[in-house]
């Protein structure tokens, strides 16, 4: 039943304010028991094109299947924000679905996204408002044309007969069905969350329409699995009691990704509490994990066009490899009882650099025991995607000529970091060929369509060295050297 959104934004405030005054600090993400063969994903806008690329590039682990609200193909963008913003949500027309459908075949056989033999048992679920004014339901239409190549028919359900503009639909929450504004979350009278988890689940037992128990709801540190890269500190989720670490059930996994402008900081807890998920979740012992980005991405998006990352649709994304991350830590646990404290592991020993180029170094550093892998920081910030197992890693995209300091931390099995080593510095080596390098000068708006530069939070950033500068306009002017593959700095050519 619909009611006014101001007595609903009200009301979700003041639970968002209670949750607050009652949760603890944020905690190490749990090991749960969990179905790995029950895991599946969904998301709105910039997170239904993420949960597209979730579901393809990490299709061993979402085999089950994914549920798009105003999202896309896979890879739509091609890395372009000019595709994103045009072809990708205003004129749909221009979708090359059979490129695409090319270039995921092409990546799965050189092994960079999973095999895509594991979509053949998926089920799909899509959903477009007939008034989406932000990602045209023709780029849904593409999305379905492409998930034809991959998935049965029978197997995908699209539903596009309900006239809600850009927003998560529910059937008691939100702002009216036609109106396009924040928190993005819509009441048109149907159960959105419940219709994605019905068709990927199959039957399942009624929602829970009581008040959720607040135990239930766990911030977790998301710095565990990744560093910057647009996500936050932080991220959410609901547990089921009978799913919680001590418990004997096995559980479901559904991972919930919000849109763009949605995250903790944009509408506080809205989208983790009041989009419907939780109540299936509770009566049908599924796990959902809201992972989040933070104010420093794009408008809040998910990395699906490569503002971010070039590989940022591929299993290497660094945000693509955090949320498998995640996935992968709270699959991991067995039940029964409450898993023992991690070991703290000592600060890996003798870190070292060495084989220095214009644009790479290699760091080494002895094994710590105990450890299963281990994580490098350049300058404190993470620079390694995936977990490294082995003792060294090589660095690049550095710029030439310049003074790095790196550090390791040792991880568990579970992903959980020991003490920071002692810091190591190494300069790379002059450029080769002096005088060679390349510079341009233009708007930071150009730089960024160019790939010099990208842009998060307002701001310009250049490429590799993630030099600021200043707003993302077309009145801002720099002058970017390029002094490796993919590496700018501001400055200016000899």
């Known amino acids: 039943?619909?009611?006014?959104?101001?007595?609903?934004?009200?009301?979700?405030?003041?639970?968002?304010?209670?949750?607050?005054?009652?949760?603890?600090?944020?905690?190490?993400?749990?090991?749960?028991?969990?179905?790995?063969?029950?895991?599946?994903?969904?998301?709105?806008?910039?997170?239904?094109?993420?949960?597209?690329?979730?579901?393809?590039?990490?299709?061993?682990?979402?085999?089950?299947?994914?549920?798009?609200?105003?999202?896309?193909?896979?890879?739509?963008?091609?890395?372009?924000?000019?595709?994103?913003?045009?072809?990708?949500?205003?004129?749909?027309?221009?979708?090359?679905?059979?490129?695409?459908?090319?270039?995921?075949?092409?990546?799965?056989?050189?092994?960079?996204?999973?095999?895509?033999?594991?979509?053949?048992?998926?089920?799909?679920?899509?959903?477009?408002?007939?008034?989406?004014?932000?990602?045209?339901?023709?780029?849904?239409?593409?999305?379905?044309?492409?998930?034809?190549?991959?998935?049965?028919?029978?197997?995908?359900?699209?539903?596009?007969?309900?006239?809600?503009?850009?927003?998560?639909?529910?059937?008691?929450?939100?702002?009216?069905?036609?109106t396009k504004g924040a928190p993005y979350i819509s009441d048109c009278n149907f159960d959105l969350a419940g219709a994605v988890l019905q068709h990927l689940y199959g039957t399942l037992n009624a929602r829970n329409n009581a008040t959720l128990p607040a135990g239930n709801y766990i911030e977790f540190n998301q710095s565990e699995f990744i560093t910057n890269h647009g996500m936050a500190t932080t991220g959410w989720a609901y547990v089921p009691q009978a799913c919680q670490a001590g418990g004997t059930a096995t559980c479901k996994l559904h991972v919930v990704l919000h849109g763009c402008k949605q995250n903790i900081s944009d509408v506080q807890q809205q989208y983790v509490r009041n989009t419907g998920y939780n109540r299936w979740a509770d009566t049908n012992n599924i796990v959902m994990l809201y992972p989040q980005t933070s104010t420093a991405a794009t408008n809040s998006c998910w990395d699906w066009w490569g503002y971010d990352s070039a590989n940022y649709s591929k299993k290497s994304g660094p945000q693509m490899a955090a949320v498998k991350a995640m996935v992968d830590r709270v699959s991991s646990g067995t039940g029964g009882t409450t898993p023992p404290d991690p070991v703290a592991l000592s600060a890996p020993t003798g870190v070292s650099t060495s084989g220095a180029t214009a644009s790479s170094m290699a760091i080494g550093w002895a094994a710590v025991t105990g450890a299963a892998s281990y994580n490098v920081y350049r300058n404190a910030n993470k620079v390694n995607a995936l977990p490294v197992t082995a003792t060294s890693y090589t660095d690049t995209g550095l710029a030439a000529s310049t003074t790095y300091s790196w550090t390791v931390r040792a991880a568990d099995a579970n992903g959980a970091e020991g003490a920071t080593s002692a810091a190591a510095s190494g300069t790379t080596l002059a450029a080769s060929g002096g005088g060679t390098a390349t510079c341009t000068t233009a708007s930071n708006y150009a730089h960024t369509l160019a790939g010099r530069a990208y842009a998060a939070g307002g701001y310009t950033y250049a490429l590799g060295s993630n030099q600021s500068m200043g707003l993302w306009n077309v009145f801002v002017t720099n002058t970017l050297k390029q002094t490796s593959t993919n590496y700018y700095v501001i400055g200016t050519c000899p």
């Open 1 to 178: 039943m619909a009611f006014n959104f101001i007595r609903a934004a009200a009301a979700g405030a003041a639970m968002a304010l209670c949750g607050v005054g009652s949760v603890h600090a944020a905690v190490n993400l749990p090991a749960l028991k969990i179905d790995k063969t029950q895991t599946t994903v969904s998301g709105l806008s910039s997170g239904g094109f993420m949960a597209v690329q979730l579901h393809v590039a990490y299709s061993a682990t979402f085999a089950k299947g994914a549920g798009v609200v105003a999202g896309g193909p896979f890879y739509c963008a091609e890395g372009s924000v000019v595709n994103a913003t045009g072809r990708c949500m205003a004129s749909p027309a221009g979708i090359p679905t059979s490129t695409l459908v090319s270039t995921t075949n092409t990546w799965a056989s050189q092994g960079v996204i999973d095999p895509v033999a594991n979509l053949q048992n998926s089920k799909v679920y899509l959903f477009s408002g007939s008034l989406d004014s932000v990602v045209k339901t023709g780029v849904m239409d593409a999305l379905r044309t492409y998930y034809n190549s991959f998935v049965p028919a029978a197997n995908v359900v699209y539903k596009k007969d309900i006239a809600a503009e850009h927003a998560m639909v529910t059937d008691d929450y939100g702002n009216g069905c036609s």
